[in-house]
């Protein structure tokens, strides 16, 4: 293996090619091999940047249930994945690990397309018990042996979708394993020897055969004593556990132990392994950032991070002359927030991520983290507007996907007014296909009632924010990218505009380039190379999804040869409701050139934004060969 300068030394580790090589050590050697192994993460991650905190957490966990279990043919889940990166160490990966959510390296989650050892891709949260339901009843229709495990954390167990599966597999009985990953809200923290004890006494075969015991002898008595004195066994180890809830759902308790003591987990892990039936939940209890100082007293800051220097933990941040746009709404939203005491927020589990962090600094009684709840987050917010607050459910692109239904049935059919202040819209850069926001023009646009913007720069989100605030008349949502703005003069508040109305913001005559979002730069950037070309072009902001402005993409149709749609979203989008203006208006039966420039039909593997821009053809380079190529200059497209 190719070493990298002043990479740690890890000699036991070096041994691991494949998880089977874990069966070569004897436990007594795990403790150091769990060192070597949280270096290796440490060292790689200060290279690539990355999410560093929960895999910290999980290093003796990962290590023991691949020491313990035969993956790949025992099926291991990660729930979100953020927390993998030691098991890609630990599963064949390590020689790329330093390509990590790099162009062309590996991903950021679990992928099935990556290795055998991942054989559920995550990350969206909540999935892992589901995925893991689905794979035990599989493997027991085809009358096979395997375990199948799913590990998940505290704060996906947060999602009802969690315990929806969690009440299928008590009510079907399937053999699943549950690792319940609590490393942040102590649902019932471990109390040293004696829980671990408790934990090793529950999960052993003593436990399980008086359980079993139990249940015969009481059966001479009748199935109601025998049900009655089966459950008050499980209800007086549910009180000295903490398990009674998973109990009732039908699961095998067995916890909370330490997740960083091996002594404590691996026998546990045998244990449940080789005896019992049915689910089993195992709570195992982690810190964030475990071994690693500078994230153990900042675990927050050390979830997602930069390159940074191991010896300091100082991440590297890239010099940036404009605010961020999730910073620039935060703002914006507490500047409104002052004049407006109905304004109210709303996160599902990501106020760092969405900026509502800032927001709850200043209105805690009116910041509302849900957990990861999206569902849950929306139909709150209806319930809000529906008494008169101004509620703005910030959501990611990609994760407001999950809650539809309820943005369908419990807001826009009821035109309540809730504000989708919407993050990370179009790509992501180091997140690539599940973060990206590719799909909630063409979700939103379709439903009537819904008011839906897109922010040209960070002056226009300010409007926007402004704008959703003074909106009452249904649901309106504005989208945005992740990073920086583009540095453009910010007004001292945002400007209410009218809703449904685009601008011009440079006057041509043959080709008119019409902008939804962020592209408007590009946009702007290819106008003026098409005009050296003397191909005089007119560049407009369109603003709005919906409602169009029919008036301006009318005119736009009617005084040029070209007309070029742009956005940073999928086909179905701001693109089809325009031409499908178009053709009602019998615009495109004089001649009209019509090129709709979308996302491409694929879901797109992770690289630099500006690189992945490119590809999809919707930089300046690509807006440029699309209009030489509607006027049949081949040559010159192929040159642009």
Not at 346 to 352: E, G
Not at 525 to 551: H, N
């Amino acid at each position: 293996m190719a070493r990298v300068t002043n990479s740690p030394v890890t000699p036991l580790l070096d041994r691991v090619k494949v998880p089977a090589d874990l069966k070569q050590f004897d436990e007594s050697q795990l403790p150091q091999l769990a060192a070597e192994l949280r270096a290796e993460l440490i060292d790689a991650v200060s290279q690539t940047g990355g999410h560093l905190g929960a895999g910290l957490g999980v290093v003796e966990l990962t290590l023991a249930l691949h020491y313990v279990f035969d993956t790949p043919d025992d099926r291991l889940i990660f729930d979100v994945g953020h927390q993998a990166y030691p098991h890609k160490i630990l599963t064949g990966r390590r020689d790329r690990i330093r390509t990590l959510r790099q162009e062309g390296g590996l991903s950021g989650f679990t992928k099935r397309d990556e290795s055998e050892y991942d054989p559920f891709g995550a990350a969206h949260s909540s999935t892992s018990i589901s995925a893991g339901l689905g794979m035990a009843v599989a493997r027991d229709l085809k009358k096979e042996k395997r375990h199948v495990i799913a590990v998940i954390g505290d704060g996906a167990m947060s999602a009802g979708m969690a315990f929806e599966a969690m009440n299928n597999a008590g009510a079907l009985n399937a053999r699943l394993i549950v690792i319940l990953n609590d490393n942040d809200m102590s649902i019932a923290p471990p109390t040293g020897a004696l829980s671990a004890y408790l934990a090793r006494l529950a999960s052993g075969r003593t436990y399980q055969g008086i359980r079993e015991i139990g249940k015969k002898l009481t059966t001479y008595l009748g199935k109601n004593v025998d049900r009655a004195i089966t459950r008050a066994v499980e209800h007086a180890r549910g009180y000295v556990t903490g398990g009674t809830l998973f109990e009732e759902m039908g699961f095998f308790h067995v916890g909370p132990i330490d997740g960083h003591n091996l002594e404590h987990l691996v026998p546990v892990l045998k244990n449940v392994r080789d005896h019992g039936e049915g689910p089993v939940l195992i709570h195992v209890v982690t810190q964030k950032g475990k071994g690693y100082a500078p994230a153990e007293q900042a675990s927050d800051k050390y979830h997602g991070v930069s390159k940074f220097d191991v010896i300091t933990g100082a991440q590297a941040k890239a010099p940036s002359n404009a605010p961020s746009y999730t910073k620039v709404f935060a703002n914006a939203l507490v500047q409104e927030a002052r004049e407006d005491d109905k304004v109210v927020a709303i996160t599902a589990a990501m106020p760092d991520g969405t900026g509502l962090d800032i927001f709850g600094k200043e209105f805690p009684n009116r910041t509302f983290d849900v957990g990861i709840a999206e569902q849950h987050a929306v139909t709150f917010a209806a319930g809000l507007a529906a008494e008169g607050f101004k509620p703005f459910a910030a959501i990611y692109s990609t994760f407001l996907q999950r809650a539809f239904d309820q943005v369908v049935h419990d807001v826009a059919i009821q035109n309540l007014p809730v504000r989708f202040p919407i993050d990370r819209a179009g790509f992501v850069g180091a997140d690539g296909a599940t973060h990206c926001g590719a799909f909630d023009i063409g979700y939103l646009a379709m439903l009537p009632n819904m008011v839906v913007m897109a922010a040209a720069d960070e002056a226009e989100l300010k409007h926007m924010v402004r704008t959703a605030v003074a909106y009452d008349s249904g649901p309106i949502a504005f989208r945005y990218p992740r990073g920086e703005g583009v540095g453009v003069n910010m007004p001292e508040r945002g400007e209410i505009l009218p809703i449904g109305k685009g601008r011009v913001v440079r006057q041509g005559s043959k080709v008119a380039l019409l902008s939804l979002g962020t592209r408007l730069a590009d946009c702007l950037k290819a106008a003026e190379e098409l005009d050296a070309a003397g191909l005089s072009t007119t560049v407009a902001d369109a603003r709005f999804a919906k409602p169009l402005d029919e008036e301006l993409i009318l005119r736009l149709a009617r005084e040029h040869e070209v007309l070029v749609t742009v956005e940073e979203g999928s086909i179905g989008g701001f693109g089809s409701h325009v031409m499908h203006l178009l053709a009602q208006h019998g615009a495109l039966d004089h001649g009209l050139k019509v090129r709709p420039l979308v996302m491409p039909d694929v879901f797109m593997d992770h690289g630099k934004p500006e690189h992945m821009y490119a590809k999809a053809g919707l930089d300046s380079a690509g807006i440029v060969r699309t209009v030489f190529a509607a006027l049949d200059r081949e040559k010159r497209a192929a040159r642009a």
